[in-house]
């Protein structure tokens, strides 16, 4: 089993920015792709971004340019930088990992294995 367990999230004014993390424990040798995930009231799960054991990053058309995810094995802990955040990013953020591979949009919510229980983002206009 994977725990994951994010932090990092608040209030912060349009414009600004925040920078989640989530740690891993557990079997983390099982892991592969690890992804950032959110929710927004009334509304689906959709991803952010994701990234591989190897480094590779996707990100949704949305988020492009002011988020940065990120991964430090050695840690165990992947990033999420965001800024230029707009009131629309207001959500909960997940943190998800996947034992097997995936990339971008492969990386479905039902694709992956683990998640975390999330961290509340709010942006004020």
């Known amino acids: 089993q994977v725990q994951l367990v994010e932090s990092g999230g608040g209030l912060v004014q349009a414009g600004g920015s925040l920078r989640l993390s989530c740690a891993a424990s557990g079997s983390i040798f099982s892991i592969n792709t690890m992804g950032w995930y959110r929710q927004a009231p009334g509304k689906q799960r959709e991803l952010v971004a994701t990234v591989t054991s190897g480094g590779s990053t996707e990100y949704v058309d949305s988020v492009k340019g002011r988020f940065t995810i990120s991964r430090d094995n050695a840690k165990n802990t992947v990033y999420l930088q965001m800024a230029s955040l707009k009131p629309e990013d207001t959500a909960v953020y997940y943190c998800?990992?996947?034992?097997?591979?995936?990339?971008?949009?492969?990386?479905?919510?039902?694709?992956?294995?683990?998640w975390g229980k999330g961290t509340l983002v709010t942006v004020s206009s």
């Open positions: 998800a990992a996947d034992r097997g591979y995936c990339a971008g949009y492969g990386c479905s919510v039902n694709k992956m294995d683990y």
